[in-house]
């Protein structure tokens, strides 16, 4: 520690990011330290550093203007740091969790082992360590930081990761109260989630939404609007949740305006209210569009019928994800899940044929320049009255080799369920089930059988 405390006296002026992630020789006394001596410092990795709840608040005491952090699988806790953190370090932007626990010696091992389909290693939670000192609680100054605090206070606060971790209610009203600006949120793995955590939250953030200050086009809102901005959660893995989950959020989503869309008409600007409409939907565009973009809830226990209503309720989703939820096996969702796949297969080799076509067009030119080169260079030395070599030019016939029109590509062959769920998986991932795109939520939406 000696050594790391000298290096950052020396380079207390000017360090903004410190990395220590996966040190295990290190105390969280590297907490003060860095609170004494760097008091620019910017961005924060601590993963897997046997680091505990004792300084977090000299760290929100010397580096206020924190805008990225990392404590994913140290021993922090959440019950003692996690509003410490929200409440104090209102600068920071991003935040990694990943693999906290409550405090308790049950928490220390706990790890989902849900595998979202091909996933990167980085997107599974990261093992916590074991600590060479033991927590301590929060001290009377952290106290004094979290009681002083009111309403929302990390505004900055977009993205964070709880992967892996033991939650409490407390921890999700605390998330959603401090921080309801956060666009991208993800509680992958998180086996303890439960339906009441996510009721939880939602409620909590549209009561905490309603408090944010409003930006020029959320003041056309009625006075207490909510306009959460979430627009993308991360629920892969939560084995718990069921259909209620999913209620919830298309209840919540349902009827949210998302900024710079369509305004609401006004009493002295009429408007036609059949341009207002959605056709989707049905119902009025400046109410259907919320932010709500990407859900993710594979291995959960959601069934179609709320699925159909989350499609339904949120109109501005572009992907749901559905891996390894057995309840939707041989369902109608599954054959559009098929589709989907089948189409980012189609989309993926048109454009390796569309990259082989440039890479030919580039190598016939320069062929042709060089030729032309040598034909000029004979002519002007011999005189000779040889003409220019005609280049052959790339022709891509759609009558021949394998019918490829790169203007109009081909359309997609028409296959039945029975060719779908025998034939549509070829090279699927096992268990992969997910809807993207305009077109297959919309047949989800419109889909009026039983599930």
């Given amino acids: 520690m000696g050594d790391i405390e000298t290096v950052l006296g020396l380079a207390s002026g000017s360090l903004v990011s ?10 969280s006394k590297i907490i003060q330290s860095l609170a004494d001596f760097v008091p620019s410092l910017a961005h924060l990795d601590l993963a897997g550093c046997p680091v505990g709840d004792g300084y977090m608040g000299d760290l929100v005491r010397g580096c206020p203007g924190l805008r990225t952090l990392d404590l994913s699988g140290t021993n ?19 935040a990694r969790f990943e693999g906290l626990g409550q405090g308790d010696d049950t928490d220390a091992d706990t790890q989902n082992d849900y595998v979202r389909p091909n996933a990167t290693p980085t997107s599974t939670p990261r093992s916590r360590r074991s600590s060479f000192v033991p927590s301590a609680t929060v001290t009377a100054t952290a106290k004094t930081i979290i009681s002083s605090a009111r309403g929302p206070t990390a505004l900055a606060l977009t993205s964070a990761s709880f992967s892996g971790a033991s939650l409490s209610l407390k921890d999700m009203k605390v998330i959603a109260s401090r921080a309801p600006n956060i666009t991208h949120l993800s509680f992958l793995a998180c086996d303890s989630l439960s339906d009441a955590h996510i009721s939880t939250y939602l409620d909590a953030l549209l009561l905490s939404s309603s408090n944010v200050p409003p930006s020029s086009v959320q003041k056309q809102l009625p006075q207490g609007y909510a306009t ?20 919830a959020l298309s209840e919540a ?19 036609n209210m059949l341009d207002l409409l959605d056709g989707r939907t049905g119902r009025l565009k400046f109410l259907t569009v919320s932010s709500l973009r990407v859900v993710g809830l594979g291995g959960t226990q959601v069934g179609g019928e709320a699925v159909r209503v989350l499609v339904r309720e949120c109109g501005a989703l572009e992907e749901v994800r559905l891996d390894r939820c057995e309840i939707l096996v041989h369902t109608y969702l599954e054959v559009v899940g098929i589709e989907c796949w089948m189409q980012l297969q189609e989309e993926k080799e048109q454009r390796k044929r569309r990259q082989s076509l440039i890479l030919s067009k580039k190598n016939n030119s320069g062929v042709a320049r060089k030729e032309s080169t040598l034909s000029i260079g004979s002519n002007s030395g011999g005189g000779s009255s040889r003409l220019p070599v005609p280049v052959k030019k790339l022709v891509v016939n759609s009558s021949v080799g394998m019918g490829i029109n790169m203007t109009t590509p081909p359309a997609s062959p028409m296959y039945g369920t029975s060719a779908l769920l025998t034939g549509g998986k070829r090279g699927m991932p096992e268990g992969w089930l997910r809807l993207i795109g305009e077109a297959a939520l919309k047949k989800v939406s419109d889909y009026e059988g039983s599930f």
């Fill in 18 to 27: 410190f990395r220590l992630a996966g040190c295990l020789h290190v105390s």
């Fill in 228 to 247: 959460p901005r979430l627009e993308s959660l991360d629920l892969d893995g939560c084995e718990e949740l069921t259909s209620v989950s999913v209620i």
């Fill in 76 to 94: 922090v806790t959440l019950r003692a740091s996690l509003e410490l953190l929200l409440c104090g370090l209102r600068a920071v932007k991003a």
């Fill in 253 to 271: 989503f349902a009827g949210v305006r998302k900024l710079g869309q369509v305004s609401a008409p006004r009493h002295d600007a009429p408007t």
